[in-house]
């Protein structure tokens, strides 16, 4: 049933487009109440408004944390129009109907993220009253409208100019679409409050609370076939895929990002100027570098075939002479955090190709930056797979030397390197790098023998000598004896098979150091 809507209540942290709609309700008629900031806003543009205080009675207390927590508000909006007790209750105790509701929340999401901002100052942003008033109007839709965000204001403009009123069918969507937003907002205190307790493992919850915005429709899934969307968290702690900017180029697809976050996760394992090649989300190609290009054209030069229509990451600003290296093969996506002038004039060349901006993630990744609590989410048929994020780290002092011979200096920093790539390649995965480039890959085979043999077989420069990773232990000395007939002279696992001892042996017959980092890093998808 359509009802007229004869009184607002307007009560907003994000003025966008206040001013123009609020003249809008004034000038079809309808009596404005308000609050705060809201009010001060609308009085200064000259629109007649009510202060909240005046109509209620009582004043705001509390540093204006209880304004609209009064029956004269809440009854307005949750009194039913049709039963005639409500209305008898409401005429008895001077209450008028309140038609409709314009409630944004305070800005607790954009203060959590703030940099710097402190628990007081995010736990302050928690809003009680807006929260309040919203769950009231939209359980009471048939006769209040709800509004929640500055887009929506065209419309129900629209719809009041047309005859006073708003439609049932709206009203219905709008309480759908004021519900979703308690529940992100509810969501994302979870998660903060969540991210406070730091003395321990955070346990998996009973019931998990997620809070994801869409960002945009894709273009399709993994296959043109499959819808496909990007949502992205309330909160966002670090550097990531999500966060990137677009500078140039088509829109991104659902693999785009696949692919980009991929990249992005490894290069943010460096403090060295660094490139990442990335394809079907595994590394085809890492190296460190003096500067963007070499590391790029070291990167490359472990697979340059599978290096086409791959996505690239870096961690230093990209220059003239970088891009011009990239130029020489077709692209899909570049990120990196900062283009300079004639970088991005170069790179602009290709139209297929985009360009991606991540601010931070130097920074981020040269400090060391800090991760906070979270959990990594998978999809299944029917649930949803919940684990801690794969963030350990393993240093020289770390891993354990379960040879005759320890590794050499340079040796480790290799087996540091490598172990910080394998981490990111699909299991089963074998690495082998020197201290400073990746020179085979073998990812993603049932047999850890078979990612060996991948790996020998796709290097395009001498193995000898070369250090080697795998993501888990070796069941056989098979493995081990493969990666040594390779060149390398020293290897790193996690170690915990019934067969480390044959293992051990087979290295220490050879003269080769083997260190045990106790920490398994499969990645199944």
Not at 407 to 418: H, S
Request: a negative charge.
């Amino acid at each position: 049933m359509a009802r007229k809507v004869e009184r607002a209540l307007i009560s907003v942290s994000d003025k966008t487009g206040l001013v123009e709609f609020a003249r809008g309700l004034h000038e079809l008629g309808i009596a404005i109440l308000s609050t705060g900031g809201t009010a001060r806003a609308l009085s200064e543009a000259g629109i007649p408004v009510t202060q909240v205080s005046d109509h209620t009675g009582f004043p705001e207390i509390l540093d204006g944390r209880v304004k609209t927590l009064h029956p004269k508000i809440h009854g307005a909006l949750l009194g039913l129009r049709d039963n005639p007790a409500h209305q008898k209750q409401m005429a008895e105790h001077g209450i008028k109907p309140i038609d409709l509701v314009v409630v944004n929340l305070y800005p607790f999401e954009d203060t959590a993220a703030e940099e710097g901002a402190t628990r007081d100052e995010v736990i302050e942003q928690i809003d009680i009253g807006g929260p309040s008033m919203v769950r009231s109007a939209a359980k009471n839709y048939q006769d209040v409208g709800v509004v929640t965000s500055p887009a929506q204001y065209d419309r129900v403009l629209a719809q009041l100019k047309d005859n006073g009123t708003l439609s049932g069918e709206f009203r219905l969507e709008l309480a759908a679409e004021a519900f979703k937003l308690m529940s992100r907002y509810n969501a994302a205190i979870c998660a903060y409050l969540d991210g406070l307790r730091t003395k321990g493992p955070v346990e998996h919850a009973k019931e998990l609370q997620l809070s994801y915005q869409r960002v945009r429709d894709l273009r399709y899934g993994e296959n043109p076939h499959q819808q496909a969307a990007l949502y992205r968290e309330s909160i966002l702690s670090e550097p990531c895929a999500v966060a990137a900017d677009q500078l140039w180029g088509k829109e991104l697809s659902f693999n785009n990002y696949l692919d980009l976050n991929a990249a992005v996760e490894l290069t943010k394992e460096f403090h060295e100027c660094v490139a990442v090649i990335i394809k079907h989300t595994n590394p085809c190609g890492v190296a460190i570098g003096k500067d963007p290009k070499e590391a790029y054209t070291k990167a490359r030069a472990t697979d340059p075939d599978s290096a086409f229509g791959s996505v690239v990451a870096f961690n230093r600003q990209i220059d003239a002479e970088t891009a011009e290296a990239l130029n020489e093969t077709f692209i899909e996506v570049i990120v990196a955090p900062g283009y300079n002038v004639d970088a991005l004039d170069l790179l602009k060349k290709k139209k297929q190709r985009r360009l991606m901006l991540l601010e931070g993630i130097e920074t981020w990744a040269m400090v060391g930056g800090t991760v906070l609590p979270d959990r990594d989410l998978r999809k299944i048929v029917g649930g949803l797979l919940t684990q801690d994020r794969d963030i350990k780290q393993v240093t020289p002092q770390t891993v354990n030397v379960v040879t005759k011979r320890a590794p050499t200096d340079d040796e480790m920093r290799a087996l540091m390197f490598a172990w910080k790539v394998c981490k990111h390649v699909k299991s089963n995965a074998i690495v082998y790098t020197n201290a400073t480039e990746t020179l085979g890959i073998g990812a993603g085979q049932m047999s850890r023998v078979d990612s060996s043999k991948i790996a020998v077989m796709k290097a395009r420069k001498p193995l000898k000598p070369c250090v080697v990773a795998s993501d888990a232990f070796f069941p056989f000395r098979d493995g081990v004896d493969a990666a040594i007939d390779a060149g390398a002279t020293a290897i790193i696992q996690p170690g915990g098979s019934v067969r480390d001892e044959e293992s051990i042996a087979a290295c220490d017959e050879r003269d080769v150091a083997m260190v045990f980092t106790g920490i398994r890093h499969f990645r199944h998808a």
